[in-house]
């Protein structure tokens, strides 16, 4: 090692011979050229790659949406590593440039690395959806990160692992800017015509071959050949594909513009044969494995054009670009490979985003945008209030019934339930009801819209949203206030009495106080019960049209009556039937359980409160009882609807892969719109734009 070091530092200038670090690098360098055997080498490797880390600032972890052509070689904010956070690595090039004896030996170490090992399966397999199920993939997951992993050194996937053991380094790496890379690669790998690099071909060509082969298996798979483009299977681009990649990977320089312009095309018609089947499933459900073929598919072709635009690209600085990308990708999957929550969200994301592009639909029937629309809202909200008063009526009076509790909360639930169908088949509306729909509406808007001017409308839709929203939560809750209180008094000139004793009724003014009760968790909570009956109607929606159920029944003698009103309301009766029992119930299971858990709706609560105010005498607004009540009513308002609405924004923008960037850009275009025109937020314009649709 001190001879390599006079030699390095002979090769070096004058003023870089002093530097207190070359003992350390020429120390590691050596450990590297020396280690016997490929366990060796690669321990060395990795312990060279963690000193050109240290003393660097540390980049945020990089999320990806999880294909190969999303990660590119910058980081999240779109700047590349400044010079100062790859001093080191710098220095390890230098060294190896100045000094040819030491390079020559680190290509050889790193040819043998290559030789030894087999990148196929790094290739082909990593970051590709495992067909092994969401249960048995995450256990496999949640026991790697219990028990201890044996090492094989032979295993690309968990050697980059080791390499990169946090995110930060993931992102870290992809930062690298290209002239970086593109020196590294010069440096310290073998040049064309060495075994190394025979390996590596041999390997990338044989992962070429593995991917084509799977796009083909899935793409003509029946779940999937029955939604494309008819015509005979021959003709199918997943079935042409294999046969045009192995004409790539033969080509000559002669004949590569033409093989390249047949690979684009190839690529091209397996994505058009994609989007015929998202349009032939666009009226249908669908199922878990639709969803996994079209996710392998989206990344097979995704890894597939990068890799071929390698071959394509002659060598120079693009080409390196490109494969830096392709080993970032890569990087970014080995790090997620054996990530529980990353499995968990991606298996999530692709199953709401389906539930959200059903839900989106419904969701434009509750915006109002012109003032004939918004009066047909505010009516249909004070319908939907004054019915709800009879759904608190019949609460109170179960409420005195002698059962057990978990028939109270079935009672309360069918009650809640009974009501809720009501409301829609009468075309009434239930503000709370709202926020999960418009919430996807939105979501897919800013997904489908284009053009320059895209985020002004998406700015345009929220505030119709906003002031629909407002319509119909004021609607529902003056009606059943005010029909609540008329109620409570009619009762008493009828009957003599109260309809609530007045004990009774304090207790309840006392449990709406916002500080003096747990008003604020429980409407909270509510919020995220709204949110999840639009998840499962959505689920039960897609569940009916994946499954044909409304053609089932209309091709049946007895059920062909049954089958429009089927299709038309499966979604809006699972979302009300489960919304009501939800309310109903949860509270009743908490009971039984001793847990301190209960559910606060602003329009039935509204509708309990006044009646409550009815019972006490003339003097119910007077003291700060009903200021207090008032309040807490005012925070279920904001709680149900917010957490509703945030909650489903939050994962539709996620399963629908909206930019960050995006987002951000329409969060500073909302806050100077509510600046400018917050009148915009509480009324709608006088007439829509002619030829508007949402």
């Not at 600032?57 to 910058?74: E, W, Y």
Request: charged share 20%; proline share 5%; with cysteine.
């Amino acid at each position: 090692m001190r001879r390599m070091l006079e030699d390095v530092r002979a090769a070096l200038h004058q003023s870089q011979r002093d530097d207190p670090l070359l003992p350390e690098l020429v120390g590691l360098i050596t450990a590297l050229t020396t280690a016997e055997g490929l366990s060796a080498r690669l321990t060395a490797w990795i312990a060279l790659q963690e000193w050109t880390r240290f003393g660097t600032r540390t980049l945020p972890a990089q999320s990806a949406a999880g294909g190969d052509a999303a990660l590119g070689s910058t980081t999240p904010s779109g700047t590349e590593l400044a010079a100062a956070d790859t001093a080191r690595l710098r220095l390890l090039l230098h060294t190896l440039s100045v000094c040819a004896p030491l390079r020559e030996e680190m290509r050889t170490a790193v040819g043998a690395m290559f030789v030894e090992c087999d990148a196929t399966d790094l290739l082909a397999e990593t970051g590709m959806p495992s067909d092994r199920g969401f249960l048995a993939e995450g256990s496999e997951r949640l026991w790697g990160k219990i028990l201890p992993e044996p090492r094989e050194p032979r295993n690309l996937d968990q050697f980059i692992r080791r390499c990169f053991r946090r995110g930060s380094q993931v992102t870290r790496f992809a930062s690298w800017p290209p002239e970086l890379f593109h020196r590294f690669s010069e440096t310290t790998l073998p040049g064309p015509g060495s075994p190394a690099w025979s390996s590596v071909s041999e390997s990338f060509e044989n992962a070429v071959r593995l991917l084509c082969a799977r796009v083909a298996a899935q793409g003509l798979a029946p779940k999937l050949r029955s939604r494309s483009h008819s015509g005979p299977v021959s003709a199918s681009p997943f079935a042409r594909l294999p046969a045009i990649a192995e004409r790539l990977l033969c080509a000559t320089p002669d004949t590569m513009p033409e093989i390249t312009e047949a690979w684009l095309a190839a690529i091209a018609g397996c994505r058009a044969e994609m989007a015929e089947i998202h349009r032939q499933i666009g009226g249908e459900g669908v199922s878990v494995d639709i969803v996994f073929g079209l996710d392998v598919l989206d990344r097979c072709l995704s890894r597939l054009d990068l890799m071929g635009r390698i071959v394509t690209t002659p060598e120079g600085l693009a080409r390196s670009a490109l494969i830096h990308r392709l080993l970032a990708s890569l990087v970014h999957h080995a790090h997620e490979q054996r990530s529980l929550r990353a499995h968990t969200g991606t298996n999530l994301r692709l199953l709401y985003r389906r539930i959200v592009e059903r839900s989106s639909e419904t969701g434009e029937h509750y915006i109002a945008r012109d003032r004939n629309e918004y009066r047909h809202l505010l009516l249909a909200a004070i319908g939907g209030g004054v019915l709800t008063v009879g759904t608190a009526v019949v609460k109170i009076t179960m409420s005195g019934w002698h059962m057990a509790e978990f028939l109270h909360g079935l009672a309360y639930g069918f009650n809640y339930a009974i009501s809720f169908l009501i409301l829609h088949h009468c075309h009434l509306v239930l503000a709370t009801k709202q926020p999960a729909m418009t919430a996807a509406t939105l979501a897919t808007i800013m997904r489908h819209s284009s053009g320059s001017d895209r985020i002004e409308l998406i700015v345009d839709r929220i505030a119709r949203i906003t002031h629909s929203q407002l319509a119909a939560a004021a609607g529902n809750v003056l009606a059943v206030g005010a029909g609540a209180l008329a109620f409570s008094n009619l009762w008493q000139l009828m009957f003599g009495h109260t309809f609530i004793e007045p004990e009774r009724a304090q207790k309840m003014y006392d449990s709406f106080g916002p500080l003096t009760s747990g008003t604020v968790f429980f409407a909270a909570f509510t919020g995220v019960i709204l949110w999840l009956s639009s998840v499962i109607g959505g689920w039960i929606d897609n569940w009916s049209a994946f499954h044909r159920l409304p053609q089932g029944l209309a091709d049946s003698s007895w059920g062909v009556r049954f089958a429009e009103p089927w299709r038309r309301n499966v979604a809006a009766w699972g979302t009300n039937i489960s919304l009501g029992l939800m309310l109903g119930m949860i509270p009743s299971v908490a009971t039984f359980f001793g847990l301190p858990l209960d559910v606060r709706h602003v329009t039935l609560s509204t509708g309990s409160l006044m009646m409550a105010c009815g019972s006490l005498g003339a003097g119910w607004w007077s003291g700060g009882w009903f200021l207090n009540a008032a309040a807490g009513i005012a925070v279920m308002f904001v709680l149900n609807l917010g957490v509703s609405f945030a909650l489903s924004l939050w994962l539709a923008l996620r399963a629908l892969e909206i930019p960050q960037a995006d987002q951000n850009q329409l969060l500073r275009r909302l806050l100077a719109r509510l600046v400018t025109n917050p009148g915009a937020f509480i009324l709608p314009p006088r007439s829509a734009m002619k030829g508007e649709s949402l």
